[in-house]
Nanobody
């Protein structure tokens, strides 16, 4: 069983910065891709950024150049550093992790979500 705990959300002014973290915990598990998604009320959840265990990253065009995803494999933690924030970045941000082992738990799991609000 793998659990995800997110932290770091909050209120920030346009142009400001915010850092999110998501830690996976449990016993005897192996994870691969980790990522961040966000969702606005009334819209589908959308990809923000992903990162493989080897460090290969992928970003949505809307955040490219402003957000940076990283991970610390030994800590099973993924981070999202958000700079130059815009009001349109306001959303609930969800951590997502691909679980490889145990086999019974293979699939994607989600964090609880953390609110990011960019406003004056």
């Amino acid at each position: 069983q793998v659990q995800l705990v997110e932290s770091g959300g909050g209120l920030v002014q346009p142009g400001g910065s915010l850092g999110l973290s998501c830690a996976a915990s449990g016993s005897n598990f192996v994870i691969n891709v980790m990522g961040w998604y966000r969702q606005v009320p009334g819209k589908e959840r959308e990809l923000v950024a992903t990162i493989t265990s080897g460090g290969s990253t992928n970003y949505a065009d809307s955040v490219k150049g402003r957000f940076t995803i990283s991970r610390h494999n030994a800590k099973n933690t993924v981070y999202l550093q958000m700079n130059s924030l815009k009001p349109e970045d306001t959303a609930v941000y969800y951590c997502n992790v691909a679980v490889l082992l145990p086999i019974q738990a293979r699939g994607h799991i989600w964090g609880q979500g953390t609110q990011v609000t960019v406003s004056s």
